[in-house]
């Protein structure tokens, strides 16, 4: 059994996660899907930190939950630590770290069979992916915002 407060307390969490996610999606590079590039992403994959196209949304529910945990930005609840680690990354981070060695010359694919071979590459067999990087990326901590 859940209290009055309880539940008050809990709607005001989330809407300060909405807060929090509708602010980061104004900032430039989470204006666009992260695989696809598609304008005005609405889902995420939160233990990646990722914004993206419904498109991609489903082609990473496909990869399976080890790989990809996905929610939707506004009809889904979050919890502290998923914001957290949205913070934490968000789609220029994610580019810097997945797709550092992806070719200069590179096209994004345009049809779902194609983009998710490119998802798979990039997210499940790290083809593009910065080795050099810290395993335990210290992220940006001072950014805390919960
Ligand atoms: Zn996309």
């Known amino acids: 059994m859940t209290t009055r407060s309880e539940r008050e307390k809990a709607q005001k969490l989330n809407e300060q996660h909405q807060v929090i996610l509708s602010k980061m999606l104004r900032e430039e590079e989470n204006k666009y899907c ?3 590039e598609a304008k005005g992403p609405r889902w995420a994959s939160w ?3 990722v914004f993206m196209c419904i498109r991609c949304a489903g082609i990473h529910r496909n990869l399976g939950v080890h790989i990809a945990r996905v929610k939707s930005v506004n009809l889904d609840q979050w919890t502290p630590e998923q914001i957290q680690s949205m913070v934490d990354m968000g789609n220029r981070r994610a580019r810097q770290l997945y797709e ?3 070719p200069e010359s ?3 694919p345009q049809t779902d069979q ?3 071979v490119f ?3 990039k997210y499940e067999r790290k083809k593009y992916y910065d080795k050099d990087a810290p395993a335990t990326a210290p992220v940006a901590s001072s950014q805390t915002v919960i």
Do not use: K, Q, T
Request: with cysteine; hydrophobic share 45%; proline share 0%.
């Open 34 to 36: 992260a695989d696809c």
């Open 47 to 49: 233990n990646l930190g």
């Open 100 to 102: 550092a060695h992806l």
């Open 106 to 108: 590179f096209r994004r």
């Open 114 to 116: 194609a983009m998710e």
């Open 119 to 121: 998802i798979r590459d």
